[in-house]
């Protein structure tokens, strides 16, 4: 035979290392075939990605059975040859050195193509490799199997420890929305099937499209939006009351506008304000009726919207309100400024010595009877302050004058 014929302690040792190899192999493939990504490959319908990675991995586990069939043969017969002598004679050594080193495996016959053989030449083309040669293929092919059972089980534990809680959330979610009487979750819920039906069926391409961030960011959303519905469904009544009260204030501050407004009419001729009418409050107790009505028909998104408009409607027929009241107030304010400035030139005239000047007692006292009769001419009034307030001016720069 060919290449360099083993001594006897060189089979020995040989022997014994290809017989521990044979047994770690067969404990390595029992490992396989009980993995759990095995058992969820195997018995699942697969699809698209994974389908054809399993194919590979379950052919390639298959030709490893077989191929550690054909090595654990050899070594029983190599075991059985060693055994005929405690010491081998040259036969059996080279029978032995051709058993562990030589090429005693024959592959399966592998056709050739026709545009690649000559008109004599073989169809079929067989290859013979040695026992370290199938070692060190089965280790490859033991290496792929178990890299595709690996991610198949690590992607499909993922999806599914993320899955229960969205489903957990989902759940809860439709409660909550029950409970509120809006929600869409016909989208979400086909999606999320979707989603699940891919991991059952192609979790390799499941991990790779990753559709579940999209999913949860959606039912964050749908979470808050909720939520939020919840809040103002809980906190509605108070709203409600809150607008009671602010309609309450409308109706003080307009009734306080035409109150005043009487009074102006008593005390100033030709006010020119229009008279409050209390129209404004009028409105919002309707809005606010209509708001109540609508609480068993309108959901609670269009609910919290109209309280938000009613509640700005409010405040700004309050303010109207207020100041139309300070608008004709003012008119009062007006009246007793221009009092109390006459009051002040009066005492000014005193003190610069024009007390017992007829012509500035003259102007004070049309302007005094203008600002004290009901009702007051407030610009006559006005004019007449000024003519007063010049005519003292003017006693004043007369004397200053040489």
């Avoid at 819920?189 to 979790?203: F, G, H, P, Q, S």
């Avoid at 409600?240 to 602010?246: I, M, Q, T, V």
């Avoid at 959901?299 to 309280?307: F, M, P, Q, V, Y």
């Amino acid at each position: 035979m060919d290449g360099v014929v083993l001594s006897r302690d060189e089979i020995d040792r040989e022997l014994a290392r290809v017989e521990a190899d044979s047994e770690r192999i067969a404990e390595s493939l029992v490992e396989m075939d009980a993995h759990p990504g095995h058992r969820l490959l195997r018995d699942t319908a697969l699809t698209g990605l994974t389908a054809k990675r399993w194919a590979e991995a379950s052919a390639a586990m298959a030709t490893l059975w077989e191929q550690y069939a054909s090595y654990r043969d050899l070594v029983a017969r190599a075991r059985e040859v060693r055994a005929r002598r405690s010491r081998p004679g040259a036969e059996e050594i080279e029978e032995l050195t051709h058993i562990l080193n030589g090429p005693v495996v024959e592959l399966d016959s592998a056709a050739v193509p026709i545009e690649r053989r000559g008109l004599t030449g073989a169809a079929q083309v067989s290859e013979r490799i040695t026992m370290a040669e199938l070692l060190s293929r089965m280790r490859q092919a033991f290496d792929t199997v178990t890299a595709v059972l690996a991610a198949a089980e690590s992607a499909w534990s993922a999806a599914i420890g993320r899955l229960d809680p969205i489903d957990r959330r989902v759940h809860a979610v439709s409660v909550l929305a029950e409970s509120i009487g809006e929600g869409d979750f016909a989208s979400l819920r086909r999606d999320l099937e979707k989603a699940r039906e891919l991991v059952l069926t192609d979790v390799l391409t499941a991990r790779a499209t990753d559709v579940l961030p999209e999913i949860e960011r959606r039912l964050t959303e749908l979470e808050t939006r909720l939520a939020e519905l919840a809040r103002v469904r809980d906190e509605f009544s108070s709203r409600l009351a809150a607008l009671e009260s602010e309609l309450s204030e409308v109706e003080a501050a307009e009734a306080m506008a035409r109150q005043t407004y009487t009074a102006v009419l008593q005390k100033i001729a030709s006010p020119g304000l229009p008279e409050p009418t209390g129209q404004g409050s009028a409105a919002v107790r309707g809005r606010l009726r209509r708001l109540r009505a609508r609480m068993d028909t309108a959901g609670w998104a269009t609910l919290a919207r109209e309280a938000d408009e009613l509640d700005r409607f409010a405040a700004s027929t309050l303010e109207a309100a207020r100041t139309a009241q300070r608008a004709i107030s003012g008119l009062l304010d007006r009246r007793a400024e221009l009092r109390g400035r006459l009051e002040a030139y009066q005492v000014k005239a005193a003190r610069l010595g024009h007390a017992e000047d007829a012509d500035l007692s003259r102007l004070h006292d049309e302007a005094h009877e203008i600002l004290f009769t009901s009702p007051c001419d407030l610009p006559a009034a006005t004019r007449a302050l000024n003519r007063y307030r010049q005519a003292i001016q003017d006693r004043t720069r007369e004397e200053g004058t040489p």
